[in-house]
């Protein structure tokens, strides 16, 4: 199952910042979070992807906690492109068979 | 930019017959997976294979289930004989190393029983 706990749903207005919240307060040392979204039944997508320090690429932020038991990905401009679910993941980074374990994840819907 | 490509986009099957899930996985990769999503439910993981091996399975991944590299390029998915609740949307995916890495996902295959 997944060790990930994600609020269901949020709202964001279009061009503001779009902060997602995940607790993972049982992750492992070995344990890194991704984050992958879901565009209306498409296939998932990764986005980005951290173990203790913040991480940032062209699509977002990753931000974790000192005690990495949580974290949050903030998208910094969002758009009505970005509506779709998003999912957080911990992941071994020993898991030789590579499996994602998704959770429910949270639903954003960007309003203009 | 390469992309994992899935056929059929949607396949329509009575109870009972075989289907076969067609996948194009990017071509460097390495690594490729089968998940599944029923309507409405969370991404499922089916299989994950390498070096022609499957190397891991769920649960769901029953006998019914196979998977097949035929050749260098297609990555199958058979269901020997489906059910009602293999109507689902099917999900290929691929990466190119194991560890630290993303997956690409297809755009699926939506599998409808009837």
């Known amino acids: 199952d997944a060790k990930t706990t994600q609020p269901p749903s949020m709202d964001c207005a279009e061009g503001r910042a779009a902060n997602l919240p995940c607790n993972h307060s049982t992750i492992s040392g070995n344990e890194y979070v991704y984050w992958y979204r879901q565009i209306h039944s498409q296939g998932p997508q990764y986005i980005i992807h951290g173990l203790k320090n913040n991480e940032t690429n062209e699509m977002a932020s990753l931000i974790i906690t000192e005690d990495r038991k949580s974290s949050t990905l903030i998208l910094p401009h969002a758009t009505l492109r970005d509506t779709a679910v998003y999912y957080c993941?911990?992941?071994?980074?020993?898991?030789?068979?590579?499996?994602?374990?998704f959770g429910q994840g949270t639903e954003l819907s960007v309003k203009p | 930019e390469p992309e994992v490509t899935q056929t059929p986009s949607h396949q329509v099957t009575q109870m009972g017959q075989e289907v076969i899930l067609r996948c194009v996985p990017i071509s460097n990769h390495l690594y490729f997976y089968w998940y599944r999503q029923i309507l409405g439910q969370k991404v499922e993981f089916l299989v994950s294979?390498?070096?022609?091996?499957?190397?891991?399975k769920s649960e769901i991944f029953d006998d019914q289930f196979s998977v097949e590299r035929p050749d260098g390029s297609n990555f199958t998915l058979k269901i020997r004989s489906t059910k009602l609740e293999d109507s689902a949307m099917y999900f290929c995916?691929?990466?190119?190393?194991?560890?630290?890495?993303?997956?690409?996902f297809g755009p699926g295959t939506r599998l409808t029983v009837t």
């Open positions: 993941i911990v992941r071994d980074h020993y898991n030789q068979g590579g499996k994602l374990i």
């Open positions: 995916a691929s990466s190119d190393r194991v560890g630290l890495y993303e997956q690409y």
């Open positions: 294979f390498y070096n022609n091996e499957i190397s891991e």
